[in-house]
């Protein structure tokens, strides 16, 4: 595996015949992140990988400066899965001026659910794929589910700007107890993360009720909340929206997900499934 710091190295790897695919990261990479990396090799003839943690996602107070940063493991386990090439910049190699241009998405998408909760999250992730877009120039890019107000907003950035860019999905990867693999999981402690599944198993219920006929979807997000408030849990919201884009849906509608963002302690989890 080639290891880049600079655009120019990158430019200079890439395949100009045969697909090539690109999955960013922050690094910290677990099973999920290696799952996307073998979905990707399915999709493409080079695979570039990123580890770049993006200053402009995070707002003041936030983990930017604690992110976890595993780099030597992170190398050692993208070569393994058969990565050919990974772009690991400093940020003065990204962001060698401020970046004044920046992407904005409408509110109406990054406004709400995590966006409400992480006022500029969206436009800081938006920017840098762009970037990386530009830098790498990939057939084919893939982002996790567990994520999925993130990919709607890249995939309808990706249609809106008439990028010539795949965007595939890849699916959430669960610990065997259903809990959603995520870098943030290394913040629980032992007695978080035994009560850390809590958040799948009530997501569960709502999808379940809904199968079932539920359409009281007012009813159903409150007794997840109040049900995840039960044990602990500090419930930024339970919310049922269509998946498509993520807007409320009326009581007749189909093509629905529950998504969902709860605090154990310190830690903020995020999860998701589709109805």
Known sequence: MRIHETIASLRAARRRDGRVALVPTMGNLHDGHIALMTQARDNADQVIATIFVNRLQFRPGEDFEKYPRTFVADCERLAAAGVDDLFAPQEAEMYPQPQTYQVEPPPEQAGILDGE???????????????????????????????????????????????????????????????????????????????????????????????????????????????????????????????????????????????????????????????
């Open 117 to 275: 909760f992480r006022p500029g999250h969206f436009r800081g992730v938006a920017t840098v794929v762009m970037k990386l877009f530009q830098i790498a120039q990939p057939d084919v890019a893939l982002f996790g589910k567990k994520d999925y107000q993130q990919l709607m907003v890249i995939r309808n950035m990706v249609r809106e700007f008439n990028l010539p860019i795949d965007i595939i999905g890849g699916e959430t990867v669960r610990a065997a107890d259903g809990l959603a693999l995520s870098s943030r999981n290394g913040y629980l402690s032992a007695a978080e993360r035994a009560e850390a599944p809590h958040l799948f198993r009530v997501l569960t219920k709502v999808v379940e009720a809904v199968r079932a006929g539920g359409r009281n979807l007012t009813l159903l997000e409150q007794g997840a909340i109040s049900e995840l408030q039960a044990s602990g849990w500090i419930t930024d919201y339970v919310a049922l929206r269509k998946k498509l884009d993520l807007q409320l849906p009326s009581a007749h509608d189909s093509g629905l997900v529950v998504l969902a963002a709860a605090r154990l302690g310190s830690t903020r989890l995020i999860d998701n499934l589709e109805v």
